[in-house]
């Protein structure tokens, strides 16, 4: 006489229970040979259908999409194979909220200095009236008209800016850039069974596409995503740009060509009698002209808006500890 025992697997979804397949075996009763019992590992042969879950890993009903390892990376890391050279399943942890936000503003360009005030008299002491001495400030040197037969001159103001330089337009930097801090690579477990039952290691976890429940049997719970809705924004960049005058001096010469047979005089805030180098209807003047420091400076507020919304959960399911 044939007994009939009925072998049932279920697969747990979020909703429940759901009946997966009945299979009829017949058992060893004395009459007929025994039926091929699902291998727990190794390598079984029923009827031609090849199994190669090699143990401790065994065949089971996945109660979800299948049985994965897990690997949990910064989402900046590059991506790696599976141990079977299979390309893993990536999905995301850890959607960043506001973005902290900063302007390159780059190099100021354009801009440029007066030269210091030059204020001369024909007293050696400076105490007569100012007299038009301008020099030539284009020329590398400028000749000292032959009616000047006294001479002491001054500074009397800096060089000060006189064209404002510019800063181009930056785009606001996003830091960090990636939407998630972390990434999931599921890989998905090696080894064949029969018919629906999956290959899985005692640290394998269950995929169920969705925000899930997770069966008792694994009870740690991680809900990753394949994408997300990046709304995050950063304020518009303000450069401006800051800028001074430095330097700026003039020099008086002994010859019309700014050569010198004398030493040459430097003027600086102090009157200085220069007469001595107009000797024989000669003397020059030179001007060294003054540097323009600028610098653009980057305004507007560090801290962005907006955070990145999660789509298409998937739940990873996995045993108590194995959890990544």
């Known amino acids: 006489m044939q007994h009939r025992h009925w072998l049932i697997f279920g697969l747990l979804s979020s909703s429940g229970c759901t009946l997966l ?55 900046t890391s590059n991506t790696s194979a599976c141990a079977n050279d299979a390309t893993p399943s990536i999905t995301f942890l850890g959607p960043f909220g506001a973005p902290s936000c900063s302007c390159e503003c780059g190099v100021p360009s354009g801009g440029a200095c007066s030269p210091p005030t030059l204020t001369c008299h024909q007293t050696p002491d400076c105490s007569s009236a100012a007299i038009d001495a301008t020099l030539n400030y284009g020329d590398a040197c400028s000749v000292v008209p032959n009616s000047t037969n006294m001479l002491a001159c001054l500074v009397t103001a800096p060089a000060v800016v006189s064209v404002n330089p510019t800063c181009r337009e930056a785009e606001p930097i996003m ?10 690579e ?23 596409d969705g925000d899930a429940e997770c069966p008792a049997d694994f009870p740690e719970r991680l809900v990753t995503f394949a994408s997300g809705d990046d709304g995050r924004t950063c304020p518009a960049c303000a450069c401006s740009a800051e800028s001074s005058c430095t330097g700026g001096s003039y020099t008086f010469h002994d010859r019309d060509n700014c050569a010198d047979k004398d ?30 420091n600028a610098d653009c400076i980057a305004g507007g507020a560090e801290t962005g808006a907006g955070y990145v919304a999660p789509m298409q959960p998937r739940t990873y399911c996995c045993p108590s500890g194995g959890a990544p």
């Open 21 to 75: 397949a009945e299979a009829a075996l017949p058992a060893d009763d004395g009459e007929g040979g025994a039926g091929a019992a699902v291998s727990s590992g190794g390598t079984t042969n029923d009827g031609g259908a090849h199994t190669t879950c090699e143990a401790p890993s065994t065949c089971v009903a996945p109660p979800g999409i299948g049985f994965f390892e897990l690997s949990r990376v910064p989402a």
């Open 175 to 184: 830091v960090p850039i990636e939407a998630f801090e972390e990434r999931i």
């Open 186 to 208: 599921a890989c998905p477990t090696t080894g064949a069974c029969q018919g629906e039952l999956a290959c899985a290691s005692s640290s394998a976890c269950v995929a169920i």
């Open 263 to 292: 030493p040459p005089i430097l003027i600086g805030s102090a009157c200085t009698d220069v007469t001595p180098l107009l000797d024989n209807n000669q003397g020059a003047g030179s001007y060294a002209a003054a540097t323009l």
